[in-house]
């Protein structure tokens, strides 16, 4: 129990400590003005320890370790929390009868996410997934006034314990292989271990890889994104698509690379076809989508199938480096960029009915002209996401390029080349759909300064890192 | 010299700003914001040439690091030499001028502010042109300028012809860019860089003189250039750009853009000196435009459509210069011809802004007494254009001609034979259009925010042969011996012809007579009819044939195939949990399997 302890857990005991304090001021005194504050202050004291500990952290335990990576990314779920905090009062309390509770499951969540990208043990890895994963839950079924989140809430909770099974048996039968939890102690067992280990540790790899992969939403364990996407309340969907997503790639890169999983052919060939058939089904099951929620979610199964690609690559100790600076570059620009379009989906005006959220496409009819900034905000999300130069998309996606060019993935390359075409094509009808002119529009969106100054700021990062990435890119690489 | 990046992008914000804005912004504002700003990118100009002056080190800068992946980096960084200084200087002091001369001239247009806009943004994409240290950045600003150009010939959009003579302009220097382009592919995979400066470090270790690839690439940047400076035979589309306004005549038909063939090819001059073939090439290449041009300027009767045959002919000379290898003194012509023909341009402008459009010189007349300031600067500007001595296109020609005659005394009679047509039409326009009876009376005046630009560009055409241009350390030394020879018969020459014109335009006003060789030499040599025999109607009988659009199966087939896929793909998605489970349960019972068949 030294300093250099409390110092590295001060994050995750900032945001622990502002649950507890939710947690009481709720019990005695209901006010949603109240909880929105608690959760934007212990994120912004988490923020700015995070920001204090920055760089020099290294610390090591048994379960956790606080290193760059780790640090990095953590003030990349507190943000992307904030942003989902500053998103969503509004829209909860039309929806719902309290909305206190709301926010400290937020919190529960984003300290889940925190904690499996500082996880170098099963255990942790489990703890923080299930921590993210049950706050997910409530947090999807919030809206007690309608059906569809509440059905959302159920095939996620059954499949994603079906999932979390899965995953627990790999873990058991690494167990049983290698007597082993932590990720460094697997990599030594496997390497001592005999042939009769190897099919056992296999097979729990390839387990592991499949409980994973649901997380992910990788192909085939992709097919409740959609529901769940469409059915989730949109701010929650938005945090669902960035800090789960992230979160959880976070752990795996971590776990692939600590306990040696790239040195098996098995394991990479497995990825890499999941990797290829995330990106075509992804991109092809979007491509004549017309609600937005659920093209987003078909879209993020095919982002994450890019992402892969960074898995494969960094199995070459040559690329290691070049392989994990994508990831995290992809990652940074990803969760802006679909916080973005979630913050659009989320306007009020969209949300103003407490009945079925809006978020067709013939209801982003004209969005550029009858309220520019929503309407900038959507196009750039979708530039983004298709990768248009100057955007935050197009770098992350140059990134994984150059980092795929490096080895022989050509196949790989070949799906992300295709994958991207068939994307543009998606993307760029709802750049249509925002462009059209000749609408009369039902839902004209009002927003506040309180709105508007989100737009901005994510408008600002979403270009900001496009047109500047060096920034970034050097904080990057000043980490590894 | 840390405020370098600021000069380019000045204009460009205020491009952007004119953009957005123009629907808020008064007529005073985008007059205060499109001219001050490239005012400020001028002054600027002038600290950092300064500085550079005092200290006299070429560097290189970066402006901006977009991103650095790997081993890929880009990065937007400026080569600052003398070459540089000068073009800086040239692009924004004239700019400077030319933008506060139109800002009277434009006054009544209602397009203002879409002008200025474009005028600002053609400044900034020249600026890039000039400064960048690779060719890739050039080529950034070389498209920019281009397609400015483009905006600005057909300003006037609503004139069908103006449209027509904007997608010449464009279509005919696309040519040229497509060949550059090739030249710097065939660059970049011979010596895996574009950096300008590693390029010229680079050659002439890779390519021995006179090599193949060398004289290949170097032909194919010639194209880009020629596309770009309007030489032959890719000359066609400058005299039609003068549907443009006038000071846009000023400025990129005769100041700055029609010159970046020049300036490419002195940029690149080491390049070219491993070529000697090339630079033979262009040599006559030169020559002959300055000849073939001067002829079609002598027989026009628009005023503007005379000065552009004129700037065709004068870059000629400075192609002539660049082929016998005197670059500075390209350099030093297309200086001093910035000031005179941008001094003539605004003159022509005043004229034609105070005659109710007027273009045509006979219809003139007389203009001496009634314009006295627009006379003046008209008289000096066709004086230098001339090469009178003791003004600046004296000596720069001079120069030239010293030049050639060094290297063949066959291009050097070429040129003096040019030299005396120039002269000729100069003065012809002159005493055609400012002396004689008067045809029509001018019906407004210039004002102060036109006469100050004349003014000041009298003083550059009279004294720009003065400067010395910080060019030393840029180019190889060409000029060895000074012959005086060559200089009084340079002066006998033009005088003559001077005489002539005289004789011929004061004592009467011989009408435009037509006859054969006059009208083959005002239709441009029909150059236009035989490309239109020679490339528009094989094209567009090649576009009526394929009209059926054959190729385009292909795509429709990858859409029927993405569709379908999409379609089984969706029928998958059936909202349901069981079916759902059972798509986890299949690929993990898949991917088992496989494990069981490697392993087992």
């Not at chain 1, 196949?411 to 994307?423: E, H, T």
């Not at chain 2, 082929?323 to 941008?342: R, W």
């Not at chain 2, 039409?425 to 210039?446: M, W």
């Not at chain 2, 087939?557 to 379609?567: K, P, Q, T």
Request: hydrophobic share 55%; charged share 10%; aromatic share 12%.
């Amino acid at each position: 129990m030294n300093s250099g302890m409390w110092q590295a857990l001060s994050p995750l005991l900032a945001l622990s400590g502002g649950t507890v304090v939710l947690m009481l001021q709720i019990a005695f005194h209901r006010n949603p003005r109240w909880s929105v504050a608690i959760t934007q202050l212990s994120l912004l004291l988490g923020a700015g320890l995070l920001l204090w500990l920055w760089p020099g952290s290294d610390y090591q335990s048994l379960l956790l370790r606080v290193d760059g990576y780790a640090l990095l990314l953590n003030l990349l779920f507190i943000l992307a929390a904030a942003v989902t905090c500053w998103l969503s009062p509004a829209y909860i309390a039309l929806r719902s009868e309290q909305s206190g509770e709301f926010f400290l499951l937020l919190l529960l969540a984003t300290i889940g996410a925190m904690i499996l990208a500082q996880a170098v043990h099963v255990a942790s890895l489990l703890l923080g997934l299930e921590l993210l994963g049950v706050a997910l839950y409530a947090l999807i079924a919030y809206p007690d006034r309608s059906l569809l989140p509440l059905e959302a809430a159920v095939k996620y909770l059954v499949l994603s314990g079906a999932a979390s099974a899965t995953l627990l048996f790999g873990f058991a039968l690494a167990y049983a292989g290698t007597g082993q939890l932590a990720f460094t102690g697997l990599s030594e067992s496997l390497a001592l271990a005999g042939s009769g280990a190897y099919t056992l540790v296999m097979a729990a790899s390839v387990m592991i890889i499949c409980g994973l992969a649901f997380k992910l939403s990788l192909v085939p364990f992709h097919m409740w994104t959609p529901d769940v996407y469409q059915g989730a309340p949109s701010p929650v969907t938005g945090f669902l698509a960035t800090v789960s997503k992230g979160a959880v790639f976070a752990v795996f890169l971590r776990a692939f690379l600590e306990t040696g999983a790239y040195q098996f052919p098995i394991i990479l060939n497995s990825l890499a076809a999941i990797a290829v058939a995330s990106m075509l089904v992804g991109n092809l099951l979007a491509l004549r989508q017309d609600n937005v929620k659920r093209l987003l979610a078909y879209s993020s199964i095919a982002h994450m199938g890019y992402l892969l690609i960074v898995l494969l690559v960094c199995s070459d100790p040559a690329n290691h480096d070049l392989a994990v600076e994508a990831a995290l570059f992809y990652l940074v620009a990803y969760t802006v960029t679909t916080l973005a379009a979630f913050a659009v989906l989320t306007w009020p005006g969209y949300e103003q009915y407490q009945g079925p959220e809006h978020t067709e496409l013939k209801h982003l009819s004209g969005l550029l002209w009858h309220h520019p900034l929503a309407g900038l905000l959507m196009l750039v999300a979708m530039l983004s996401l298709a990768g248009i130069p100057l955007t935050a998309g197009f770098v992350g996606k140059f990134y994984l390029f150059s980092a795929a060019v490096t080895g022989p993935h050509w196949l790989l390359l070949g799906s992300l080349v295709v994958g991207s075409g068939i994307g543009i094509y998606y993307y760029l009808r709802v750049v249509y759909y925002l462009l059209r002119r000749d609408d009369n529009h039902a839902l004209l969106p009002n927003a506040g300064w309180h709105e508007s100054c989100l737009a901005v700021v994510l408008l600002a990062a979403v270009l900001g890192l496009g047109i500047a990435p060096q920034s970034l890119i050097g904080w990057i690489q000043s980490i590894l | 010299m840390n405020a370098l990046w600021l000069v380019p992008l000045l204009p460009l914000i205020s491009a952007v700003i004119l953009i957005l804005g123009s629907a808020w912004l008064g007529r005073r504002a985008v007059a205060v914001l499109g001219v001050g700003s490239v005012g400020l990118a001028a002054l600027l100009t002038a600290r950092v040439v300064t500085a550079f002056l005092g200290s006299g080190e070429a560097s290189t800068q970066v402006l901006w690091t977009w991103m650095a992946v790997g081993d890929f980096s880009v990065q937007v960084a400026a080569w600052f030499d003398g070459l540089t200084a000068v073009m800086m200087s040239v692009i924004t002091g004239v700019g400077f001028l030319i933008h506060l001369y139109s800002a009277r001239f434009m006054a009544e247009d209602d397009s203002y502010a879409r002008y200025f806009a474009y005028l600002n943004l053609f400044v900034a994409a020249m600026l890039v042109l000039v400064m960048a240290d690779n060719l890739l950045l050039l080529y950034l600003g070389w498209e920019g300028v281009g397609a400015c150009s483009y905006l600005l010939v057909g300003f006037w959009y609503k004139d069908v012809a103006n449209g027509a003579a904007a997608r010449k302009a464009f279509i005919v220097t696309r040519v040229g860019d497509t060949a550059m382009a090739l030249g710097l592919f065939l660059i970049l995979a011979e010596l895996g860089t574009l950096n300008i400066q590693s390029v010229l470090q680079l050659a002439p270790g890779h390519w021995a003189t006179g090599d193949t690839m060398v004289v290949l690439a170097t032909v194919l940047l010639l194209g880009g250039a020629v596309g770009k400076s309007a030489q032959l035979p890719l000359h066609t589309w400058l005299p039609d750009a003068m549907a443009g306004p006038t000071p846009v005549s000023a400025l990129i038909h005769a100041a700055t853009m029609v010159t970046a063939g020049v300036y490419l090819i002195a940029r690149t001059h080491g390049l070219f000196l491993l070529a000697p073939t090339t630079l033979e090439i262009i040599a006559w290449l030169g020559v002959l435009t300055a000849l073939l041009a001067a002829c079609s300027a002598l027989v026009q009767t628009d005023i503007k459509r005379i000065l552009a045959w004129s700037t065709i002919s004068q870059i000629g000379y400075m192609f002539l210069a660049l082929g016998v290898g005197a670059f500075g003194a390209a350099i030093f012509h297309l200086v001093t011809h910035a000031f005179f023909k941008a001094l003539l341009f605004l003159a022509a402008g005043a004229v034609i802004y105070c005659l109710h459009h007027e273009h045509n010189i006979f219809r003139m007349g007389g203009l001496r007494s009634r314009m006295p300031v627009t006379f003046v600067s008209f008289l000096l500007g066709a004086s230098a254009l001339a090469a009178i001595p003791f003004t600046s296109g004296f000596y720069s020609k001079d120069v030239i001609l010293l030049a050639a005659w060094q290297h063949d005394p066959l291009l050097f009679v070429a040129g003096l034979c040019g030299a005396a047509l120039t002269a000729f039409y100069s003065f012809r326009l002159l005493f055609v259009a400012f002396f004689g009876p008067a045809q029509q009376e001018p019906d407004r005046t210039i004002g102060w925010v036109m006469a100050v630009p004349l003014g000041l560009l009298c003083v550059g055409a009279l004294a720009g042969g003065a400067l010395t241009l910080p060019l030393t350390d840029v180019f190889p030394p060409a000029i060895g011996v000074v012959n005086h020879t060559i200089e009084y018969i340079a002066i006998t020459v033009t005088l003559a012809a001077v005489g002539l014109a005289a004789w011929r335009y004061l004592r009467q006003r011989p009408d435009p007579a037509s006859g054969g060789l006059r009208e083959f030499w005002f239709a441009g040599w029909r150059v236009d009819a035989l490309y239109e025999l020679l490339w528009v109607r094989p094209y567009c009988w090649l576009a009526k044939r394929t009209q059926g659009e054959p190729v385009d199966h292909l795509y429709n087939g990858i859409v029927a195939l993405a569709r379908a896929n999409h379609r089984t793909l969706s029928a998958l998605q059936t909202g349901q949990l069981r079916w759902y489970a059972t798509g986890m349960v299949f690929g993990l019972v898949v991917l088992l399997a496989v494990l069981m068949r490697a392993a087992l």
